[in-house]
């Protein structure tokens, strides 16, 4: 697989089976959240492995649409310092989408199925996870082998995208 193909190819997978990811795929994939850019080569970010089930179905309930680490074979709970205190440069949040997209690709390069839920209730999230009062956990990714598996091969929808030339402008808008 190319990188392009991966590019191309990935979906949001939302829906798991019970297989668990063996510990050599779960090494590179968050080996490759490590090897992200960031800004000023900061890497301002930890992360928290999530394999317990009964982990995994509080965390569901940390977000309308966190639902999905449920049922996730892993969950991976990206950690910063808090981006709202004084002093904290935004490129953080840019740095961890880096983070995420390298460990997603991975993941599907690898056939394992990904999806983020974002955070919405802060005080639960560091209540399960435990994570110090000065850090923020913005992202949990959920990782898993598709419920699907027609999915990591699926046909791109039509009008998934905007197309190329609605986005993008020359010299100025």
Request: hydrophobic share 40%; net charge positive; charged share 25%.
């Amino acid at each position: 697989m190319t990188a392009w193909d991966a590019i191309r190819a990935r979906r949001a997978i939302r829906e798991f089976t019970d297989r668990p990811i063996a510990p050599d795929a779960v090494d590179r994939i968050l080996r490759a959240g490590r090897r992200a850019g960031s800004s000023k080569n900061s890497q301002r970010w930890d992360v928290i492995v999530i394999r317990d089930r009964a982990r995994l179905v509080e965390l569901g309930t940390v977000g309308p649409w966190a639902g999905h680490l449920a049922g996730a074979a892993m969950g991976v709970a990206l950690i910063t310092p808090d981006p709202r205190a004084d002093g904290q440069p935004l490129s953080v949040m840019f740095d961890l989408g880096q983070v995420t997209e390298n460990m997603m690709l991975a993941a599907w390069e690898l056939g394992i199925g990904s999806v983020p839920a974002t955070v919405y209730e802060q005080d639960t999230t560091r209540r399960i996870l435990g994570y110090p009062a000065d850090r923020w956990c913005e992202y949990i990714l959920s990782f898993g082998f598709p419920a699907d598996p027609g999915r990591l091969t699926a046909p791109l929808r039509p009008g998934g995208r905007r197309p190329l030339e609605s986005i993008v402008h020359e010299e100025r808008w």
